[in-house]
């Protein structure tokens, strides 16, 4: 079975800063791992996917993603954070089973000061 | 061009009604979603179609029905809604057969049972 776990439901930066949310996972399978984002009461946009090709992935934004197969890892990171950049960040991995189906982790809101 | 289209955006309702929300996707794409979204923002899965066949169907209860008239339709049919059924529902969908994993989500469905 596969899941993710997202440390931290809440990181502040200030603008200019350095962004890093975290994410880990568990999967019984070569995984393939999503970031999405979610601007309020708006959908699900996706950042960028891991499927096993580049491990570095680079996404929209200026965001990107390293999976490292030794930590179980698949950190989202941003050189530089901007005010329009506050939003909920969702992590997600796929086992690529027949059912297809994201298990999402519990989100990070990001809170970005001026 | 809205890629995956979910009516109505806001449903409020009393308790006890029978309620349906819709939702259609242009991206040709052949497996399509339904997600529920609480109130901390935890996303779960509740059923999936690959072209109009039924592939999951986690524990939900048996109120919520899909109905998926073709490949670009699925809709989320609720009866005898419940107080904790309130909650976001958004749609998504994927070209997961052809090895694509990534979603694409609607704008959601907010329902708020009074």
């Known amino acids: 079975a596969q899941s993710v776990t997202q440390l931290g439901s809440h990181v502040s930066v ?18 393939y791992l999503f970031w999405y984002v979610q601007y309020p009461n708006q959908g699900l946009q996706l950042l960028l996917k891991y499927t096993s090709a580049a491990t570095l992935v680079k996404g929209i934004n200026g ?10 890892s698949f950190h989202l990171t941003k050189p530089s954070a901007h005010m329009s950049d506050a939003a909920e960040y969702f992590c997600a991995v796929s086992g690529m089973d027949s059912s297809y189906k994201l298990i999402f982790g519990s989100g990070t809101r990001l809170l970005v000061r001026p | 061009d809205t890629a995956v289209s979910q009516t109505p955006k806001y449903l409020v309702t ?10 259609e996707q242009n991206l040709g794409h052949d497996t399509m979603y339904w997600y529920k979204q609480d ?13 109009k066949e039924l592939i999951i169907n986690e524990t939900v209860p ?7 008239p073709d490949k670009a339709h699925l809709n989320l049919h609720i009866n005898s809604l419940e107080l904790g059924d309130s909650a976001v529902y958004f ?3 994927s070209q ?15 329902l708020t049972v009074v």
């Open chain 2, 14 to 23: 009393q308790m006890g009604n029978d309620k349906s929300i819709k939702c």
């Open chain 2, 39 to 51: 109130s901390k923002k935890f996303l779960k899965i509740m059923f999936s179609y690959n072209n």
């Open chain 2, 96 to 110: 997961a057969s052809k090895g694509d994993y990534g979603y694409t989500f609607g704008s959601g469905t907010r």
């Open chain 1, 14 to 31: 200030s603008e200019g800063a350095l962004v890093l949310l975290r994410c880990n996972y568990s999967s019984s399978v070569p995984p």
């Open chain 2, 62 to 68: 048996n109120r919520f029905s899909p109905k998926s």
């Open chain 1, 63 to 72: 965001f990107e993603a390293e999976f490292k197969k030794s930590e179980t």
């Open chain 2, 91 to 93: 749609c998504a969908s």
